[in-house]
T-cell receptor
Framework: AQKVTQAQTEISVVEKEDVTLDCVYETRDTTYYLFWYKQPPSGELVFLIRRNSFDEQNEISGRYSWNFQKSTSSFNFTITASQVVDSAVYFCALSDRSMNSGYSTLTFGKGTMLLVSP | EAQVTQNPRYLITVTGKKLTVTCSQNMNHEYMSWYRQDPGLGLRQIYYSMNVEVTDKGDVPEGYKVSRKEKRNFPLILESPSPNQTSLYFC????????????FGEGSRLTVL
């Protein structure tokens, strides 16, 4: 089973619309970390946020907000008043201990491509 | 400037010709990792290293080798590249092995003919 599921492959919105990117994860660890990364068309991977499993407070940073719900194993990302510059692929990732090695490893979802048109 | 540097950034090669993609970080991070990115598959981990001389397989290690002889370097070796290894490769390091975010290199686009 996938550890990180981003069910939305591609989302298209018009500028100024709000958009939510879904992320559902699976882990047996009680301590884990969740991340969001952005990959703009230029290709680099940009860190957006880290959240640990004990902190369920929602976070807001400008137009970005994140909703962490342990009960549903979800860590959704909302962009308010989207802009063309938000067009990118967004990846959700989970850091937990590998079943095989015991070491912590970061697993990514398949990503959601967001297209914001003017 | 804190960075992860990969080389080469672009490479076209032929099946069976051994190649190495170098990766170096200047942040004194213990944890380093290699990912490949393919359309529709996202980022998949190839190998990772918790420290010097400590490496482990990720989700897609077949056809790859790594070594970690120094803290700053983590080269990815393709002993006999095949066309299914055509991909975009990212090296990354992590400031805290269990909790930190990954710092990524700019990526290496590899084409195997």
């Amino acid at each position: 089973a996938q550890k990180v599921t981003q069910a939305q492959t591609e989302i298209s919105v018009v500028e100024k619309e709000d958009v939510t990117l879904d992320c559902v994860y699976e882990t047996r660890d009680t301590t884990y970390y969740l991340f969001w990364y952005k990959q703009p068309p230029s290709g680099e991977l940009v860190f957006l946020i880290r959240r640990n499993s004990f902190d369920e407070q929602n976070e807001i940073s400008g137009r970005y907000s994140w909703n962490f719900q342990k009960s549903t194993s979800s860590f959704n990302f909302t962009i308010t008043a989207s802009q063309v510059v938000d067009s990118a692929v967004y990846f959700c990732a989970l850091s937990d201990r590998s079943m095989n090695s015991g070491y912590s490893t970061l697993t990514f979802g398949k990503g959601t491509m967001l297209l914001v048109s003017p | 400037e804190a960075q992860v540097t990969q080389n080469p950034r672009y490479l076209i090669t032929v099946t069976g010709k051994k190649l190495t993609v170098t990766c170096s970080q200047n942040m004194n991070h213990e944890y380093m990792s290699w990912y490949r990115q393919d359309p529709g598959l996202g980022l998949r981990q190839i190998y990772y290293s918790m420290n010097v001389e400590v490496t482990d397989k990720g989700d897609v290690p077949e056809g790859y080798k790594v070594s970690r002889k120094e803290k700053r370097n983590f080269p990815l070796i393709l002993e006999s590249p095949s066309p299914n290894q055509t991909s975009l490769y990212f090296c990354a390091s992590r400031d805290r092995p269990n909790t930190g975010e990954l710092f990524f290199g700019e990526g290496s686009r590899l084409t195997v003919l």
